[in-house]
């Protein structure tokens, strides 16, 4: 396991306090403090500054690529999904394309997916002063079921079924595919490659949603499993090992109430896989500060020199 540490640049506050720091964090945040998993801890550590972090230069992106949004009827989730293709710059649609998927925290979906960037702003991106090598980005609804499989909702089977052989026919993931997600979205994007390795090339968490047993999952949102069985079958930390060929980044921050569990997920985790642990809760901060290097990561495995 290959673990980042901090840089030391100098950490910026945001300023937020209060509910203001729930707001950033989106659904994810809202579900925390909603479940009782947050109980004003995202207050006290906006005021202490337990939530600051390096902020990204987000302004400096090149002109972005087209979007294209649309929406298809799901006949894995018994209803119709929204998505949203971003194009990198100086690309059109019909460009064929790595692509990556990204998975949505709980309470957001395919509009919102990403913190603070559009799919095409993302993609346009300067990452340590250049370029992201050009690739696709998808976004799609996935419900609130954490991305696992429930009676007459299943989001895999959207996303391996329907949504990438879409995106196939567009000219987009043919040879490679990453997925990256955040808070709950993290959580699928690790489940998506440890179930389909054979078809994901990298894989990329943020803050990622993870729970160690049933009980832990079910007191803190009940409909994220259908039963402890599901939970057993989609558990991240116990199929692990099935990342052995994946090339993997997780990151998740200090205050993050999650913290815990990704330290025990990422000592499963292959030795080859890329862990930063650093300051940040699981606010917006956080997670649009680990967008820029997740994106690198993945793009270094998916764009072939």
């Not at 290959?2 to 306090?17: D, I, Q």
């Not at 803050?207 to 039963?227: L, M, V």
Request: aromatic share 8%.
């Amino acid at each position: 396991m290959n673990t980042v540490r901090p840089s030391r640049r100098r950490v910026l506050g945001y300023g937020l306090a209060g509910v203001a720091v729930v707001a950033a964090a989106g659904g994810a945040g809202v579900e925390l403090v909603s479940r009782g998993v947050l109980p004003g801890q995202g207050e006290l550590d906006a005021i202490d500054g337990a939530c600051s972090v390096a902020a990204p230069d987000l302004a400096s992106y090149a002109q972005p690529g087209p979007q294209v949004s649309g929406a298809f009827y799901s006949r894995a989730r018994n209803q119709s999904v929204g998505y949203t293709i971003g194009y990198p710059p100086g690309h059109r649609p019909g460009a064929r394309l790595p692509l990556v998927v990204m998975l949505h925290a709980y309470g957001a979906n395919h509009t919102n997916a990403l913190s603070g960037l559009s799919p095409a702003q993302a993609l346009a991106l300067r990452v340590s002063g250049g370029p992201l090598p050009a690739m696709a980005l998808v976004t799609v609804d996935g419900g609130g079921g954490y991305w696992n499989p429930h009676p007459r909702d299943d989001p895999q089977a959207m996303l391996t079924d329907e949504l990438i052989p879409m995106c196939r026919r567009l000219g987009l993931g043919a040879h490679r595919i990453g997925v990256m997600g955040i808070s709950m979205g993290g959580y699928g994007s690790l489940l998506l490659a440890e179930k389909r390795p054979d078809l994901i090339s990298a894989a990329a968490a943020i803050s990622p949603a993870i729970w160690t047993s049933y009980a832990q999952a079910r007191a803190a949102n009940a409909g994220a499993y259908a039963s402890a069985a599901d939970f057993a079958a989609d558990d991240a930390v116990t199929h692990a090992s099935a990342l052995a060929q994946v090339p993997v980044r997780v990151a998740s921050g200090y205050r993050d109430p999650f913290y815990p569990n990704v330290r025990i997920l990422a000592r499963a985790l292959p030795k080859t896989a890329e862990v930063y642990f650093g300051a940040g809760c699981h606010t917006g901060p956080f997670f649009t500060a680990q967008e820029p290097p997740s994106l690198a990561f993945l793009a270094r495995h998916l764009v072939v020199p």
